[in-house]
């Protein structure tokens, strides 16, 4: 099993920025998939970034390219999203998921088999 934890959740204005972690415990993997999502109250749980574990790729959804970076720390089991010029609308409870094999930038939540708990985000207009 893999214990994922989020943090950094917070108020921020809008344009601001706010960095989350998500740290990853128990059974670890060489070789993996990381990827952030969020999901606003009534809403279906969006796509943002995914990062390979082993080789550092990364994929970004188109709403969040150029704004929001993801990055890991191996020595620290940590993957982090550095998001800048956020926006109201992006009020939302983010998370971290991952699942276990060769890098692969998914997009669609089915594909991950671990998450965290969520963090909440909120960007006041």
């Known amino acids: 099993q893999v214990q994922l934890v989020e943090s950094g959740g917070g108020l921020v204005q809008a344009g601001g920025s706010l960095s989350l972690s998500c740290a990853a415990s128990?059974?670890?993997?060489?070789?993996?998939?990381m990827g952030w999502f969020r999901q606003a109250p009534g809403k279906e749980r969006v796509f943002l970034a995914a990062?390979?574990?082993?080789?550092?790729?990364?994929y970004y959804g188109d709403s969040v390219k150029g704004r929001f970076t993801i990055f890991r720390d191996k020595a620290k089991n940590t993957v982090y999203l550095q998001m800048n010029s956020l926006k109201p609308e992006e009020t939302a409870v983010y998370y971290c998921?991952?699942?276990?094999?060769?890098?692969?930038?998914?997009?669609?939540?089915?594909?991950?088999?671990?998450w965290g708990q969520g963090t909440q985000v909120t960007v006041s207009s």
């Open positions: 128990g059974r670890t993997f060489s070789s993996a998939t």
């Open positions: 998921a991952t699942f276990v094999g060769r890098w692969y930038p998914a997009t669609d939540p089915k594909r991950y088999d671990y």
């Open positions: 990062i390979g574990w082993s080789g550092g790729s990364t």
